[in-house]
C-alpha cells in the first residue's frame, strides 16, 4: 500500500458486466496501490470518461449495450492520453486487427487473466500514461521556449539593427566632425599663411613631423596621437594677435622687443588654447597646445612646467616646435636633439623625434627676407605672385639676376611690401 509521502495514487477505470470479475480486478489492483475506479456499465465508464482523465482504462470485450472495443473506440476520442487495455475470452485474429485500427489498443490480456501480467500490464499502461504527459507537458514548454527564444531573436534582431542603425548614423556624424574640423584646420591655416607666410610655413612643417610622431609614438592612445596631430596644427594660432612687426623682431632682433611684446608672445599658447577650444574642446588638445614651449628643466612659458608634469602630448609637440624654430639643417638635427635632451625637451620625445623622422624626411630651414634682400643663388620657399594673382617665381627654383629683375620690374618693392621666404 502506498504510505503518505508517496506519490498519489494513479487512477485506473475498470469496465466488467460481470460483478464477480470487476470485484476481483478492483481488489488486485488496489493492493497494488492504484486508486481504482469500477463500473459495470460501459455507458456509465463513457461519462466517467468524459468527466475526468483515467491512467488507463481496462475493459472487457463481450457487453451488453456497448462492446468493450467500442468504449475504447469512444476513449480514444475523448481521452488520447489515456492507456487502453482490452479483456477479452475471445482472442482471434478479427478481434486483434480491428482493436489495432480502431482503437489503438495498447495491450490485449486472455481470460482467465494472470495475477502477475495483469498487474504487470497495468503498470506499463500507466507507466506509459505518465511519459504521454510528461512528453506533452516538455512539448509545450519547448513550444513556449521556442516560442519565447522566437520572440527573443526577433527582439534582438530588432535592437542590432537599431544599433548598428546608430552605428552607422554615429560614423557619418563622426566622419561630418571629422570632415568639419578638418576644414576648420584648413582655413585657419589659410588665416596664418594670409596673416604670416613664414608662421603657416612652420606650422605646416611642424605638423609634418607631428603626424610622423604620432604614427611611431606606440606609448600614445589614440586620442593622444590625434590630439598631436590637430595641436600641429593649432598650436601658433594664437600669435594672430601679435603684430607682424613685433613677429619680425622676435626672428631678426629678439632684444628689441618690449616687455609688453615678450609677455604677448609668450602667453601665445594660451590664446592658442583658447581659440582651438572653438574648433575641438577635447582636453588633451588644448593641453598639448598650452604646454608645447614649455621646457623640461622648467625654463618654459607660460606655465613654468618642468619634467613629467608637463603633459606628455606637449611634450611631444615640444620637439617638433622647438626644431621647426630652431631653424636647424636636418644634418644638425640629431646632436641638437641630444643637446637639449634633458634641457629643453623631454629625452623620450627627443628619441621619439629622430626615430620618426630620420634626419632625411625633416623639413629644410626657412628664413622671412624682405624684397630687397634678394640676392642671387637663393632658393625661395614659396613662390612669388604679381598684384593680379600671375605667378612670378614658383617655389623651389634658385633666383638670378635676371629674375630678381623680373619681380622688382612689377612694382613689388615698396616701403610696406611683402617679406619673402628662402630657404637657408
Not at 132 to 159: G, Y
Not at 229 to 255: K, M, N, Q
Not at 338 to 347: I, T, Y
Not at 369 to 396: C, D, F, N, Q, T
Request: net charge negative; proline share 6%.
Amino acid at each position: 500500500m502506498p504510505t503518505p509521502d508517496s506519490k498519489p495514487a494513479q487512477e485506473l477505470l475498470v469496465v466488467d458486466d460481470e460483478p464477480r470479475v470487476l470485484a476481483a480486478l478492483k481488489e488486485v489492483l488496489e493492493r497494488q496501490g492504484f486508486a481504482v475506479c469500477a463500473s459495470p456499465d460501459p455507458l456509465r465508464a463513457i461519462e466517467l470518461v468524459r468527466q475526468r482523465e483515467f491512467s488507463a482504462v481496462l475493459t472487457d470485450h463481450l457487453m451488453p449495450g456497448m462492446s468493450g472495443m467500442d468504449l475504447l473506440v469512444e476513449c480514444r476520442r475523448l481521452r488520447p492520453r489515456t492507456t487502453r487495455v482490452l479483456i477479452t475470452a475471445a482472442l482471434s485474429l478479427p478481434t486483434l486487427v480491428e482493436a489495432i485500427n480502431k482503437g489503438e489498443i495498447y495491450r490485449f490480456l486472455a481470460k482467465p487473466w494472470l495475477r502477475e501480467e495483469l498487474i504487470a500490464t497495468v503498470r506499463n499502461a500507466v507507466n506509459r500514461h505518465e511519459l504521454v504527459v510528461q512528453n506533452e507537458a516538455l512539448m509545450t514548454e519547448s513550444n513556449e521556449l521556442n516560442r519565447r527564444l522566437a520572440e527573443a531573436n526577433a527582439s534582438l534582431a530588432a535592437q542590432v539593427g537599431q544599433l548598428e542603425r546608430q552605428r552607422r548614423e554615429l560614423d557619418a556624424a563622426g566622419r561630418e566632425l571629422a570632415l568639419r574640423c578638418d576644414r576648420s584646420l584648413e582655413l585657419c591655416s589659410r588665416i596664418l599663411a594670409t596673416y604670416d607666410p613664414l608662421l603657416a610655413r612652420q606650422t605646416k612643417a611642424i605638423a609634418g613631423i607631428a603626424e610622423r610622431m604620432a604614427a611611431a609614438a606606440d606609448f600614445l592612445g589614440a586620442e593622444e596621437r590625434e590630439a598631436l596631430r590637430r595641436a600641429a596644427w593649432l598650436c601658433d594660432l594664437g600669435l594672430i594677435g601679435v603684430s607682424r612687426e613685433t613677429l619680425h623682431h622676435f626672428r631678426s632682433a629678439p632684444s628689441r622687443l618690449s616687455a609688453t611684446d615678450l609677455a604677448a608672445l609668450q602667453n601665445h599658447p594660451v590664446y592658442s588654447q583658447t581659440l582651438a577650444a572653438y574648433i575641438d574642446e577635447h582636453p588633451a588638445l588644448g593641453e598639448a597646445i598650452r604646454g608645447h614651449h614649455e621646457r623640461f628643466d622648467g625654463g618654459g612659458y607660460p606655465d613654468g612646467l618642468s619634467g613629467e608634469a608637463i603633459p606628455r602630448v606637449a611634450r611631444c609637440l615640444a620637439a617638433a616646435v622647438w626644431f621647426v624654430e630652431s631653424g636647424l639643417a636636418p644634418a644638425e638635427a640629431s646632436a641638437a636633439l641630444q643637446a637639449e635632451s634633458g634641457r629643453a625637451l623631454d629625452p623620450s620625445s627627443a628619441r621619439l623625434f629622430l626615430a620618426a623622422t630620420r634626419q632625411e624626411s625633416l623639413p629644410r630651414p626657412v628664413r622671412e627676407i624682405e624684397l630687397a634682400e634678394l640676392r642671387p643663388g637663393m632658393v625661395l620657399a614659396s613662390g612669388i605672385y604679381s598684384p593680379h594673382g600671375l605667378l612670378l617665381v614658383g617655389e623651389g627654383q634658385p633666383l638670378n639676376s635676371s629674375t630678381i629683375y623680373k619681380i622688382r620690374s612689377h612694382n613689388l618693392v615698396d616701403p610696406d611690401g611683402p617679406r619673402l621666404l628662402v630657404y637657408t
